[in-house]
């Protein structure tokens, strides 16, 4: 397994944070065929290839994954999309 951490700072009201962390994880859903739940300030990410989580805190989104084979191959464009959705979906 490979292991990604993504880290965001953001300064948005924790209600318009956790709308835009809902839309970040529908668009990876979308996109990986994932499926997310809530569990508190933890919106949790379950797929046959991905285990992980996007944490949600006053000033800071975090997401933390598990990738298996052969989803791990792709960590580089896995990243690069998460922090792509970060930047857009988590400005002010």
């Given at each position: 397994m490979v292991s990604i951490t993504r880290v965001r700072q953001h300064t948005l009201d924790p209600v318009v944070a956790r709308a835009r962390v809902e839309q970040i994880?529908?668009?990876?859903?979308?996109?990986?065929?994932?499926?997310?739940r809530w569990d508190g300030d933890r919106l949790c990410?379950?797929?046959?290839s991905v285990q992980g989580a996007l944490s949600l805190t006053a000033h800071q989104v975090t997401l933390e994954a598990e990738l298996r084979f052969p989803v791990s191959l792709l960590r580089t464009q896995i990243e690069t999309e998460i922090d792509r959705l970060m930047e857009r979906e988590l400005s002010a």
């Open positions: 994880a529908a668009k990876l859903a979308d996109r990986f065929g994932a499926r997310c990410v379950d797929h046959t």
